[in-house]
């Protein structure tokens, strides 16, 4: 048998001890039962998908439509068909434009991508427009579009100079964090960081404060006294659905010399109508008329919720553009996004901000209101009743396994199961699937992405969602509850 050389043996060693590091590390995950694992949303017994966005099943031709009740598209823009074929009708006559204007369609605008990064290739004229239109729809001198929200956040975090300290919501995204922990990280290389004191110093330089509590963050910022502090928070947090009190917390900050990143990907689109403002539906800052306070730093506005596409952008003064066209490594190092994408985005924004986005926003909100009153009286109400007439005389217990409704007026609704945890939250999910008859998929939320005993089931109202189908999600989970036991027997709907 021939001898393998260095190279084979190395090689073999190096993916021995890969394999088994990762199998290790899933192995703890599942024990623990917090192994996310790829499921199919859709029937295995096969799904047909049009281009408007409508999935049903194959087995007859009265199959039923699966109902959208977890996706992040609030306002329906994504599966619109009407929006799709917008989008499609103005690109469609830019290439046919810029066809006619150069006597080809093999130019640089109707490429498929954009062919590198904005500091290269990838930058265009129909970019710098749209931007100085996001900068007016969210009246701020600038704009700077990105590829994603996470690319936003990350870049913007992790090159802003001269910050002492972040102080961040206990709630605020993952990609925020990363961006914090990234800036730390670039510090680091100016540190002996094999030092126990320096490492703790650059750990002390990142903080968190109690979820949307003012008074906490006051505490905080009076012990940053002389410290430059940038406060990161999140308008609408996406786990819990709440709204986050900006104005006290730009105002607090402002007292205290420090500034605030304010992440609207779950705001823009869902919030943002007033009767005084030209912007509407662009997020919490501009209905609550914030977008020039002076303690606001930036916003950050992503595409792949209720704008129904992809992409984010960042808003804030002129320097703040210069800065991040200089020092923001995944805009600098990136791909820029291909003018379909633009175009996807421009078209998002006029049908938010029109009559019509106005429409959805408060037909979503009516239909958010009807949903919580099913849930009060045909689950949270019985739930309580049968424990207040238990003879378990363990009532602290007992209320404490009782599930309850997250307070939300956005269309994010949360019901958490505080008892058993991930297990139950998985188990619901099956149930209501199968009580729908396949129609109606949702999604537990686990921890260690929410804290344990915060486990949750995430539900979505859209603009696209009706009545009767939320009156048949109320019905299967009341029947799913009851088949858990976690519920009395309770009439249909």
Not at 254 to 281: C, M, P, T, W, Y
Not at 365 to 393: A, G, M, W
Not at 415 to 440: D, M, R
């Amino acid at each position: 048998m021939r001898k393998m050389d260095e190279s084979q043996a190395t090689s073999l060693l190096g993916a021995s001890w890969l394999e088994s590091g990762m199998k290790s590390t899933l192995a703890q995950r599942a024990a623990k039962g917090s192994l996310r694992v790829y499921k199919e949303y859709w029937p295995s017994d096969g799904v047909s998908v049009d281009i408007t966005g409508t999935c049903s099943r194959n087995r007859s031709s009265n199959a039923e439509e699966v109902i959208d009740f977890s996706s992040n598209d609030y306002l329906g823009l994504a599966r619109d068909s009407a929006q799709q074929a917008l989008v499609v009708s103005r690109y469609q006559s830019l290439l046919s434009t810029n066809a006619t204007h150069t006597g080809t369609s093999t130019s640089a605008s109707a490429t498929l991508g954009s062919t590198g990064s904005r500091l290269l290739s990838g930058d265009s004229h129909y970019a710098r427009q749209l931007e100085h239109r996001l900068a007016k729809w969210h009246n701020r001198p600038s704009a700077l579009l990105f590829n994603s929200g996470y690319d936003a956040n990350l870049a913007v975090l992790s090159c802003l100079p001269q910050i002492d300290k972040f102080l961040f919501d206990e709630f605020a995204h993952n990609s925020l964090h990363m961006g914090m922990r990234l800036s730390l990280s670039r510090r680091s290389r100016n540190h002996d960081t094999t030092s126990a004191s320096t490492s703790d110093k650059l750990q002390e330089q990142k903080e968190r404060f109690r979820h949307n509590n003012v008074q906490d963050l006051r505490q905080k910022l009076l012990n940053t006294s002389k410290l430059k502090v940038l406060i990161v928070v999140e308008s609408v947090y996406s786990m819990d659905g709440d709204v986050a009190p900006l104005r006290e917390m730009l105002d607090l900050a402002h007292k205290f010399g420090a500034l605030v990143l304010v992440d609207e990907a779950h705001g823009i689109g869902v919030f943002g109508d007033d009767q005084g403002s030209n912007s509407r539906g662009t997020g919490v800052l501009t209905q609550l008329h914030l977008e020039n306070h002076p303690a606001l730093a930036c916003s950050v506005h992503t595409f792949g919720k209720a704008a129904g596409c992809h992409g984010a952008v960042v808003c804030g003064s002129n320097t703040l553009r210069q800065y991040l066209w200089n020092y923001a490594w995944p805009l600098v190092y990136s791909t820029s996004l291909p003018l379909h994408s633009l175009v996807a985005i421009e078209c998002s924004y006029e049908s938010m901000t029109s009559s019509r986005g106005k429409a959805l926003r408060l037909y979503t909100q009516n239909l958010v209101s009807f949903f919580r009153t099913l849930v009060q009286e045909y689950i949270i109400d019985r739930q309580r009743q049968q424990s207040n007439s238990s003879n378990n005389n363990d009532n602290d217990n007992n209320h404490q396994r009782l599930l309850y409704l997250l307070p939300s007026m956005s269309p994010i609704q949360a019901l958490v199961l505080p008892q058993n945890g991930n297990q139950a939250c998985t188990q619901f999910c099956e149930h209501v699937w199968q009580k729908s008859n396949q129609t109606i998929r949702l999604y537990p939320i686990k921890s260690p992405t929410v804290p344990v005993g915060k486990e949750r089931i995430r539900i979505i109202l859209h603009g696209h969602n009706r009545k009767a189908q939320v009156q048949r999600l109320v019905e299967c989970m009341a029947q799913s509850l009851v088949a858990m036991n976690l519920m009395p027997p309770t009439a249909k709907l």
